[in-house]
């Protein structure tokens, strides 16, 4: 298997611009994670999705943040509007049963 | 009580050598506690794991000692090697794969040759 795939793997963008970032994860996998990491906060929970439907999204930052899984082999999380406090490193993660397996991670840089 | 506490924040070693890095917790509803190894530019990846029913698991060079009452664990790197420089972090969660990763800190370990 590929792994989690993620994309874009950099993104860079200005106050105010609407970011899309995309994650397609392990087949089979029923469980999908968004992850963010800063020097300052560490890895961090956004979101957790079981079977394409949302189950905790209490790290979710705010309302300029929101996330689907429209089906089991794609996953979006949106940020609009962006902000350079979003400046980050953004990680999907997908599981089965036992571990999570992160993607490569996008990094977002909002200026 | 969500806290996973990680030290140190940074450990150098010389090659060969023992590498140990510590975490505690207070949720006593955890019940996964894995390792991730993360190197510039990656995302973390698992390198080992441990749930409460064991005092100590080993995967070639790894080794996870738990240690309930205390509710502390720590991971020992065997015979480290330079290509084991990376940040290391431990996690905690109440339902393994399928629950939200409490992560530590991040130790950042450095072996030099």
């Known amino acids: 298997d590929a792994g989690v795939i993620q994309s874009p793997r950099h993104e860079v963008t200005e106050m105010g611009q609407e970011v899309t970032l995309r994650c397609k994860p392990i087949s089979g996998h029923d469980y999908l994670f968004w992850y963010r990491q800063t020097m300052m906060r560490g890895l961090e929970l956004l979101i957790y999705f079981n079977n394409n439907v949302p189950i905790d999204d209490s790290g979710m930052p705010e309302d300029r943040f929101s996330a689907k899984m429209p089906n089991a082999s794609f996953s979006t999380l949106k940020i609009q509007p962006s902000e350079p406090r979003d400046s980050a490193v953004y990680f999907c993660?997908?599981?089965?049963?036992?571990?999570?397996?992160f993607g490569p991670g996008t990094r977002l840089t909002v200026l | 009580q969500q806290q996973v506490k990680q030290s140190p924040q940074s450990l150098i070693v010389q090659k060969g050598g023992i590498s140990i890095i510590n975490c505690a917790y207070e949720?006593?509803?955890?019940?996964?506690f894995p390792w991730y190894q993360q190197f510039p530019g990656k995302g973390p990846a698992l390198l080992i794991a441990i749930r409460p029913d064991v005092s100590e698991k080993k995967e070639g060079r790894f080794t996870i000692s738990f240690n309930k009452s205390a509710k502390q664990f720590s991971l020992h790197i065997m015979d480290s090697q330079p290509g084991d420089s990376a940040t290391y972090f431990c996690?905690?969660?109440?339902?393994?794969?399928?629950?939200?990763?409490?992560f530590g800190t991040g130790t950042r370990l450095q072996v030099f040759p």
């Open positions: 949720n006593t509803a955890f019940d996964y």
């Open positions: 993660a997908s599981s089965l049963v036992d571990a999570q397996f």
């Open positions: 996690a905690a969660s109440s339902a393994s794969g399928t629950d939200k990763l409490i």
